[in-house]
C-alpha cells in the first residue's frame, strides 16, 4: 500500500462524509451535475492522479487507484471520479473526461469535457439520453467510433465501485437488524436472519478480494495481461450483488422498498453497475473461452502461475 | 470489511521451483490414481504415497530442523498444499499430522513429546486421526461425555468417538475427553483435556462405518477402560477446549476448504469444447477459484505472520466450500448425453462426497454463527 493512497483515500472519503449523501443522489438522479462536489475534487487534483507528473497527475498506480473507487462506491459514486481518472491513465486532459462503453454510451457523457471512446482516443463528442438504468444515473449515448480500448479499464472501475457499494449495503443491514426489533429482540437474533447476513458477509469479502486483486494484477501486467483478473471481478462483483442486494432487502423488508429509506441508492446502484461494461456472463464467456483453448491441462498451472515470480 | 481482513499476499519467490519438482513427483505418482481416488483427494489415505511424499521434505515445511522439520515459509507450505490438492492426491495419511497434530504437539508438546513423534510425523510414518465428535456431540462439542478418569501414572478412558475419518488406519488420535464433569451445563467447556490415544492400546475397538458412496471412510471407536499414561497429556489437563479450539484457524484456513473438486473441473473441461453453455459455466467456476485461492493465501499469509485468524478461516471456509460443494452438480449440468468414463466415475462419486464438505470441520450454519457474531449481530 503506497503512501500516496493513504493520502487520497483520505481526502475523497472525507469529501465524500462531508458533502455527499442521499440529498446529492438524489440531484444526480434528476439529471443535476454535482458541480460543486466536482469542483471539489477538481480543486484536490484527483482526476488526473493516474495521469504521469509531467501531464498533472501524480502517476497514481491501478491498485491504488481501486481503492479510491472502492470508496467512491461506498458512497454511492455521487461524481463520476473513477471513470475521469481512468480515462485520464489512457489520456490526460483538463475537465470532466467520460468513459465510452463499445457501443458509444457514457455516464454524465452531456457534462464532458471529452470522452475517451472505444479507439482509445478522447473525443469531443453531442450526448443525447440514453437507456434508463435501475440507478437513474445519467447514461448518454453518442456516435462514436466503436473498438474496446475502454472495456477492461470500465469493468475494473465498475467492479470497484460495485465492491464498495456492496460494503455499505451489508454495513446498513447489520446496523439494521441490531436496532429494528420484533418479537421483543433485535431480528439479528434470529438465525434465519443472521445466517443470511454472514453469507452475504462472504459474497463481500470475496467480491473486496476479487477487485484489489484486480487492480494488482493491472498495476503488475497492464490492463492487456490483467483480462483475466479483470473479468474475474466483474463476474464475482455481480454474482455477490445478486445474493447481497436480495438478502439486503430482504432484511430491510417494507422500509427498504421506499424511496424515503436510503438502501434503494446503492441497490439500484450495483444492479446498475453490474450491466456497465460487460456483465457477469459476458465476462465469464471470456475467461471460460480462453481457459478450454488451453485445455484442462493447463488450466490449474495457470491459475497457479499469475502471481509466481 | 466490519472487522475482516483479506490482505492481499504474493505467492514465495520459491514457488515456481517447488511447483516444478512438486508436478514432476505428482505427475508421477498420480499415473495408478482412480477417478474415484481422486475424488476422495484428502480423506483417501495411502500411507506409501504419504513416505514417498515425507521423504522430500514436504510434510513439517514450517516445522524446526531439530526434529526434522523443513524451517520454510507457510506460504511455501501452501504452495505445497494447493498443488497437491489441485490433482487430487490421496494425502489423507499425512494430512492430518501435518496440519493439526504436528503443529499441536509442537506448540503445547513436551520435549520428550517432540522427540518422539514430530519426526516420525515428518517422514510420513505416522498417521493420525482427530477424535472429537461423540454420538450426542456433534456441533456442540464442548457436551462431550466421553470420560478420562485420572489413575495411577495416567488416565482411564471410558465412552465413544465417532466419525473418526481414517481411524482404523492411523495410529494415533488427538482426543479431547471429559477429565472432569462441568460444574454446571452452561461451564460445559471446562474440564475438556486432549490426549494423545495410541489406536493400538487394548480396550480400544475400532469399527469402520461405511459412507454413502461406499468407502470405509470413518469409524466408530469404543474406549473400554483404556489405560493412557501420563506421558501423553497434551498441555494443560482442564485446558483441553481452549487448546482445541486454537487449532481451528489451521484447521479451517487451508485450500482444502475451497480445492476438494478442482480435480474434476479440470478432468471435465477437454471433453465440454462442443457444449455452448461450458465456456459460461467454466468461466464463472475458474473466476471463483481464482478469488478463493487470493483470499485462502491471505489468510495462509496471516499464519505466516503468527496470527490466528480464526474468523477469517471461518468465512473463507463456508465462502468455499459453497463453491467445491456446488461444483459437481454444476459439471454434470453441462452434459446433455453422457459423460466421458473417468469424468463420470470422479463426479458420481465426488457429487456424493461433497455432501461432507460442508459439514466436517464445522457445519454451515456453525460457520455462518461464527460470522455473525464477527459481523457484530448481538
Ligand atoms: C466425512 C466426514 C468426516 C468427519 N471426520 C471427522 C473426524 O475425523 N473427527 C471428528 O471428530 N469428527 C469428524 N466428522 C464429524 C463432523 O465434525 C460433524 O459431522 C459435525 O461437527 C456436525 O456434527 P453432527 O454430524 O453431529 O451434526 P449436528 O451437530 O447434530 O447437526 C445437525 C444439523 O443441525 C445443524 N445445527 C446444529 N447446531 C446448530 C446451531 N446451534 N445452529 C444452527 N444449526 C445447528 C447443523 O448445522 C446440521 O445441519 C466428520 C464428518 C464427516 C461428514
Redesign the pocket.
Given at each position: 500500500m503506497s503512501e500516496m493512497r493513504d493520502i487520497l483515500l483520505e481526502q475523497v472519503e472525507r469529501l465524500l462524509a462531508d458533502q455527499s449523501g442521499p440529498e446529492t443522489l438524489r440531484q444526480v438522479e434528476a439529471g443535476v451535475w454535482p458541480a460543486a462536489l466536482w469542483a471539489e475534487v477538481e480543486a484536490l487534483g484527483l482526476p488526473l492522479a493516474m495521469a504521469s507528473e509531467e501531464a498533472g497527475g501524480v502517476a497514481l498506480g491501478w491498485d491504488d487507484a481501486v481503492a479510491v473507487w472502492v470508496a467512491l462506491g461506498r458512497a454511492g459514486a455521487p461524481v463520476p471520479l473513477a471513470e475521469s481518472m481512468a480515462a485520464a491513465a489512457f489520456a490526460p486532459a483538463a475537465g470532466f473526461l467520460a468513459l465510452a462503453q463499445p457501443d458509444g454510451t457514457a455516464m454524465w457523457g452531456r457534462a464532458a469535457a471529452q470522452v475517451l471512446a472505444g479507439d482509445g482516443a478522447l473525443h469531443a463528442a453531442g450526448f443525447t439520453p440514453g437507456k434508463a438504468q435501475p440507478s437513474n444515473e445519467p447514461w448518454d449515448r453518442a456516435t462514436l467510433p466503436g473498438g474496446e480500448a475502454t472495456l477492461l479499464a470500465g469493468a475494473l472501475v465498475n467492479s470497484a465501485k460495485m465492491a464498495g457499494g456492496l460494503e455499505a449495503v451489508l454495513t446498513l443491514s447489520v446496523d439494521y437488524a441490531n436496532v429494528r426489533k420484533q418479537f421483543g429482540k433485535p431480528i439479528g437474533q434470529f438465525?434465519a436472519v443472521s445466517?443470511q447476513l454472514s453469507q452475504a458477509a462472504g459474497e463481500v469479502a470475496a467480491a473486496g478480494v476479487a477487485v484489489a486483486n484486480a487492480g494488482r494484477a493491472v498495476a503488475r501486467r497492464g490492463l492487456g495481461g490483467a483480462e483475466f483478473e479483470i473479468g474475474a471481478a466483474k463476474v464475482i462483483t455481480g454474482e455477490a450483488t445478486a445474493l447481497v442486494a436480495a438478502v439486503a432487502h430482504q432484511v430491510h423488508a417494507a422500509i427498504g422498498f421506499t424511496q424515503d429509506y436510503h438502501l434503494h441508492f446503492t441497490t439500484r446502484r450495483l444492479w446498475a453497475w453490474r450491466d456497465a461494461f460487460g456483465n457477469e456472463r459476458f465476462w465469464a464467456q471470456r475467461i471460460g473461452r480462453a481457459a478450454l483453448a488451453r485445455g484442462g491441462a493447463n488450466a490449474w498451472p495457470d491459475l497457479a502461475a499469475r502471481e509466481d515470480g | 470489511m466490519v472487522g475482516l481482513r483479506f490482505d492481499l499476499r504474493d505467492t514465495p519467490p520459491e514457488a515456481p521451483a517447488l511447483r516444478a519438482e512438486l508436478r514432476a513427483f505428482l505427475a508421477e505418482a498420480g499415473r495408478h490414481w482412480s477417478p474415484r481416488v481422486r475424488a476422495y483427494s484428502w480423506?483417501a489415505f495411502d500411507r506409501d504415497f504419504s513416505r514417498e511424499v515425507g521423504k522430500r521434505g514436504w510434510i513439517g515445511m514450517t516445522w524446526p530442523a531439530a526434529y526434522g522439520g523443513g524451517e520454510r515459509s507457510f506460504l511455501e507450505r501452501y504452495v505445497t498444499l494447493e498443488e497437491m490438492l489441485a490433482v487430487g492426491a490421496p494425502v489423507g495419511a499425512h494430512w492430518?499430522g501435518d496440519r493439526q497434530s504436528g503443529p499441536l504437539i509442537l506448540r503445547l508438546g513436551t520435549e520428550e513429546q517432540r522427540r518422539e513423534f514430530i519426526p516420525r510425523i515428518v517422514s510420513g510414518e505416522l498417521a493420525f486421526?482427530?477424535?472429537?465428535?461423540e454420538p450426542d456431540?456433534?456441533?456442540?462439542?464442548a457436551s462431550l461425555r466421553t470420560r478420562a478418569e485420572k489413575v495411577p501414572g495416567g488416565y482411564r478412558l471410558n465412552g465413544r468417538?465417532?466419525?473418526?475419518?481414517?481411524?482404523h488406519r492411523c495410529d494415533f488420535a488427538i482426543t479431547l475427553l471429559r477429565t472432569s464433569p462441568a460444574p454446571d451445563p452452561k461451564l460445559k467447556h471446562q474440564g475438556l483435556t486432549q490426549l494423545l490415544v495410541d489406536l493400538r492400546a487394548s480396550g480400544i475397538e475400532i469399527r469402520p462405518i461405511l459412507?454413502l458412496a461406499g468407502e470405509e471412510?470413518?469409524n466408530e471407536i469404543t474406549f473400554d477402560n483404556v489405560f493412557v499414561p501420563d506421558s501423553l497429556l497434551i498441555g494443560v489437563e482442564g485446558k483441553g477446549w481452549e487448546q482445541a479450539t486454537s487449532e481451528l484457524a489451521f484447521e479451517r484456513s487451508g485450500p482444502e476448504r475451497y480445492l476438494s473438486s478442482l480435480p474434476l473441473l479440470t478432468a471435465a473441461m477437454d471433453s465440454l469444447h462442443d457444449e455452448p453453455a461450458a465456456p459460461e459455466a467454466v468461466g464463472r467456476m475458474l473466476a471463483r477459484a481464482n478469488t478463493l485461492r487470493q483470499m485462502s493465501l491471505s489468510v495462509a499469509g496471516m499464519l505466516q505472520d503468527g496470527e490466528a485468524p480464526a474468523r477469517e478461516a471461518a468465512l473463507i471456509k463456508d465462502v468455499g466450500n459453497d463453491f467445491e460443494q456446488a461444483l459437481p452438480d454444476r459439471i454434470r449440468a453441462l452434459y446433455a448425453g453422457p459423460m466421458p468414463d473417468d469424468v463420470a466415475e470422479m463426479q458420481t462419486t465426488m457429487n456424493m462426497?461433497a455432501?461432507?464438505y460442508s459439514?466436517?470441520?464445522?457445519?454451515?450454519?456453525?460457520l455462518r454463527?461464527i460470522i455473525a457474531r464477527q459481523l457484530g449481530l448481538r
Open positions: 438465525q445466517q | 480423506m492430518i486421526a482427530i477424535g472429537l465428535s456431540s456433534g456441533s456442540d462439542l468417538k465417532v466419525w473418526t475419518t481414517n481411524a459412507d471412510g470413518f462426497v455432501r461432507s459439514l466436517r470441520g464445522g457445519t454451515r450454519e456453525i454463527g
